[in-house]
């Protein structure tokens, strides 16, 4: 059986062909994200014409920024041309089964079956990058929640009337911790201009850049903190671009523990698929839909 598994993000549009038995990924593919819908849903159609003629598929699964509510999508920010559409409008139109979910859900999925999460539960897959979002795993399913939109931790308030969140809030987790509220906050400390990215602060290791990591991990430590109170998950595995710093799952551990209800030490380790936890999830959730 194969599936198709296709990543929708704000750069970059990746897809995987994925055959279950033996498991294996036999076509993958990576390109720019255009930057209107119209361009957008030719390129996802030519890949599923590829998918279906070439390799037989019969499922795919879609991995996007944001969650839908009523048939449509909101809250994707770094894909705004999909904000409010109702993607399911174009997936019936198309020959083969789709599955559509967010893709913090799909990193959370594949890590909790695959990855570092795999034996445990219930796993919550954390994505820290430009935005903040999680994926919560019980007993090998998807926690989507009434609404759908389960996960959204990102958005959840930390400080009342505080910094504007690119959601339109005020005071997110996200306006804190999130990739672009850290450079924007080494800017406003007289850091360089030049810095554009996470990468690009961690390496310059100057004062600044530490001060402004050490006050963005101490805001993510408060968020983890609220979700492990919530949740009680057995591990939280941590993706996106600043999961790559060094010994962040360490020091993200000890101090959400610190923040913790008493007799918890939570498990925080980094992810074991990398960038491709996404659109593997997305190929795994075609496969059960
Ligand atoms: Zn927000």
């Given at each position: 059986m194969r599936t198709l598994g296709i990543d929708i993000g704000g750069s970059k549009i990746e897809y995987i062909v994925l055959d279950?038995?033996?498991?294996?990924?036999?076509d993958r593919q990576r390109y720019k994200t255009p930057r209107t819908r119209k361009k957008v849903l030719e390129l996802l159609d030519s890949i599923l014409r590829l998918a279906v003629e070439e390799y037989k598929v019969d499922r795919a699964g879609i991995g996007i920024p944001g969650y839908i509510i009523n048939r449509r999508i909101y809250n994707s920010p770094n894909t705004p041309f999909f904000e409010g559409y109702k993607i399911y409008n174009w997936i019936e139109k198309q020959d083969i089964g789709i599955v559509v979910e967010n893709d913090a859900n799909l990193f959370a999925y594949a890590e909790s079956l695959?990855?570092?999460?795999?034996?445990?539960?219930p796993v919550i897959g954390v994505i820290w990058g430009t935005g903040i979002g999680a994926g919560i795993i019980i007993n090998r399913e998807i926690y989507k929640g009434f609404y759908g939109s389960a996960g959204e931790f990102g958005h959840t308030v930390i400080k009342p009337n505080g910094r504007k969140c690119n959601c339109g809030k005020h005071g997110c987790l996200e306006a804190y911790a999130g990739g672009g509220a850290i450079v924007k906050r080494f800017h406003s400390l007289g850091g360089s201009k030049k810095v554009s990215s996470v990468e690009v602060l961690v390496k310059t290791n100057s004062k600044i850049a530490r001060r402004v990591l050490n006050e963005a991990i101490n805001y993510m430590a408060i968020g983890i903190a609220n979700l492990v109170n919530i949740i009680s998950p057995e591990i939280v595995v941590l993706g996106g671009?600043?999961?790559?710093?060094?010994?962040i799952d360490k020091k993200l551990g000890d101090k959400a523990s610190k923040l913790l209800v008493k007799g918890i030490n939570i498990e925080i380790r980094r992810n074991m698929?990398?960038?491709s936890a996404g659109v593997i999830g997305a190929a795994l959730i075609a496969k059960k839909e």
């Open positions: 279950l038995k033996p498991f294996r990924i036999i695959l990855g570092a999460g795999k034996g445990y539960n671009g600043l999961s790559n710093i060094p010994n698929l990398g960038d």
